[in-house]
């Protein structure tokens, strides 16, 4: 994640991504402002009326009551109107504001799918679950509890400030007197608030993540006897999480309110003074009235302007760390054409896979590989293994384009992978990863994973890979709720699906990343009949950790700190008198 902003900056991207989620109801927003002034304007006229009734009617005891009836019912359709229309307006903004979280949500969800997997090596899962949900739903905070309040009260105000203005200019100059306080209270609370705002939604993010964290690794957590830890350091998070919201909270409670309501004493105070002062006529009742009604709806929507800076600098945060996220770098996704018509052309003549003084660092001056050069031709299977850390799950990850080969190259049938249309690299490189990933749905989806495949493309990858009679036993058959990861399910079994899944897809290149490292010996040697049936029809390049299930390979790949240290089928390798292939053979042999 990128480091958090200045305010300034933050307020940049906010405003910035709220005009590109708001973009498509632009015209709904308009229509909420003209209603918002229309229902000002009939708010303002209340007063006026009243003095009128007042001046004209009550004091001198001329009691027209035609129209003083006018008036009065004047006063009641005024309020009525204006209440209508706050209605309409509220219903149009929380529409826009619920559409545009919806908007974003989609936005933040699609990008975060395309980040490339270098940015989740870093990131946390619980920190992204919580700016998809709780930052976005700020959004719509700040459309509804933020816009709409400082945007009515805005509007409320400058009518008032007019409407005093033109009853008189002397007592309306005493109110503006009290903007510049308003002001200073604001700044006060902006220099106050910001850093313990912007703290206490990072800690947030942190309380999340630690609990996805603590819930996935649960079984682990247990039997290492670390709840207690674990609890410690929950709480010690919570408490500063706490302690930065409490300091959140001073700064409402001693700048918001309680200091505005202060003023507005002091201005009626100050209102009745210069009235007490002067020669006041009958005639001017009616305007004391009015002064003391538009002090409330000066002082009131001060009161709720400023009590939404505490909402807005919460928002503003959320939003700006949703923009910060849909910044990060999305992987390349739009290939040329170009390349993928030289693909095509290339299909027949060249290899497989092609890799040409391919050097690797996760990090500057700690290469991973060194000038790896190999080819691999079509339909073969190729086994590659070593030790931990001899770079194999790394040159997995450059095949899959998960990181991108900056020294050195790779090419899929003639055509480097940055070329090759993403849609066109996804379709034909399937992949089975160690720890098989399924949905929380049924075999059918799991294996369908989207594509829209008939029911007999599906039974065909099943019974590809040997999975087709497990499945059709269940309760359900392809229907059959697998329950969350695949609960309901042996480890061998998930592993078949997975298998099943990346064959449904009918890849080119097979990629299994120590597919069997988890699973019982029957189940791998099922696993090892689906390749055999897969040889010549599919290129399979398998990383292996149990050397049998790729004894039968067309070739083995064995890495070395990051270099070939030998190739060779595995008659060849055992040939090798203290080899690393023979050694490492050995030793799961002696160890089974």
């Known amino acids: 994640m990128k480091p958090e902003q200045s305010t300034t900056g933050q307020m940049r991207q906010a405003i910035a991504l ?72 509220l219903v149009r903004l929380s529409g826009l504001a619920m559409r545009s979280v919806m908007r974003l949500r989609e936005m933040v969800y699609t990008h975060v799918l395309l980040l490339p997997m270098a940015f989740f090596d870093r990131a946390i899962t619980g920190q992204l679950v919580s700016r998809v949900t709780n930052d976005t739903e700020a959004v719509k905070s700040l459309y509804i509890q933020v816009l709409f309040v400082m945007l009515d009260s805005t509007i409320v105000l400058v009518g008032t400030v007019c409407a005093m203005a033109w009853l008189d200019w002397r007592l309306m100059l005493i109110v503006l007197a009290l903007l510049p306080a308003v002001l200073l209270i604001v700044w006060l609370y902006q220099r106050w608030s910001a850093p313990a705002v912007t703290r206490a939604r990072a800690l947030r993010s942190e309380i999340n993540g630690q609990m996805a964290e603590s819930i996935g690794g649960m079984s682990v957590l247990q039997a290492s006897n670390a709840e207690a830890r674990f609890g410690q350091r929950f709480a010690a998070t919570n408490q500063d999480h706490y302690t930065a919201r409490l300091s959140e909270l001073r700064a409402n409670a001693w700048l918001l309110r309680p200091a505005l309501d202060l003023f507005n004493i002091i201005l009626l105070a100050a209102v009745i003074f210069m009235f007490g002062h002067r020669e006041m006529t009958a005639a001017e009742v009616g ?39 849909l910044d990060e770098g999305a992987a390349q996704e739009h290939r040329s054409r170009a390349a993928a018509t030289r693909a095509a052309a290339n299909d027949d003549d060249s290899p497989a896979v092609a890799i040409r003084h391919l050097n690797f660092a996760y990090n500057e001056g700690q290469p991973v590989l060194h000038d790896l050069s190999l080819d691999i031709a079509q339909g073969d299977f190729v086994g590659i293994v070593g030790h931990t850390g001899s770079g194999k799950s790394t040159l997995l990850s450059l095949l899959l384009r998960f990181y991108p080969a900056k020294h050195g190259s790779i090419l899929m049938h003639g055509v480097p992978l940055d070329d090759i249309d993403n849609d066109r690299f996804r379709a034909e490189v399937g992949l089975v990863p160690q720890d098989p990933f399924l949905l929380a749905a049924s075999a059918r989806e799991n294996i369908d994973m989207g594509r829209g495949l008939t029911q007999p493309q599906i039974e065909a990858a099943a019974r590809a890979a040997h999975a087709h009679d497990f499945i059709a036993a269940l309760d359900q058959g392809y229907d059959t709720p697998l329950g969350e990861g695949g609960s309901r399910l042996s480890v061998g079994q998930k592993q078949l699906i997975a298998i099943a899944r990346a064959l449904a897809g009918a890849p080119r290149i097979l990629l299994l990343d120590e597919a069997t490292s988890h699973i019982d010996s029957q189940t791998e040697q099922i696993v090892q009949v689906a390749l055999d049936e897969l040889r010549g029809k599919v290129t399979v390049i398998a990383i292996a950790h149990r050397l049998s299930t790729i004894r039968d390979a067309n070739r083995i790949i064995v890495l070395n700190h990051g270099r070939i240290a030998e190739t060779g089928a595995h008659e060849q390798l055992m040939q090798i008198d203290g080899g690393l292939y023979q050694r490492l053979y050995l030793l799961q042999q002696l160890a089974a």
């Open 287 to 325: 305007v004391l009235y009015a002064f003391i009604s538009y002090l409330a709806r000066v002082i009131e929507p001060l009161i709720q302007i400023t009590m939404q800076f505490s909402q807005l600098q919460q928002s503003v945060v959320a939003t700006a760390r949703v923009a910060t996220l």
């Open 18 to 89: 709220l005009r590109r989620a708001a973009l498509p109801d632009q015209h709904h927003l308009g229509w909420a402002v003209l209603w918002l002034m229309a229902a000002a304007l009939l708010e303002v006229m209340g007063p006026i009326m009243g003095k009128a009734l007042i001046d004209e009617h009550l004091l001198p005891h001329h009691l027209d009551w035609p129209r003083m009836a006018g008036l009065l019912a004047g006063l009641v359709l005024t309020g009525w109107i204006a209440s209508g229309l706050r209605y309409l307006q």
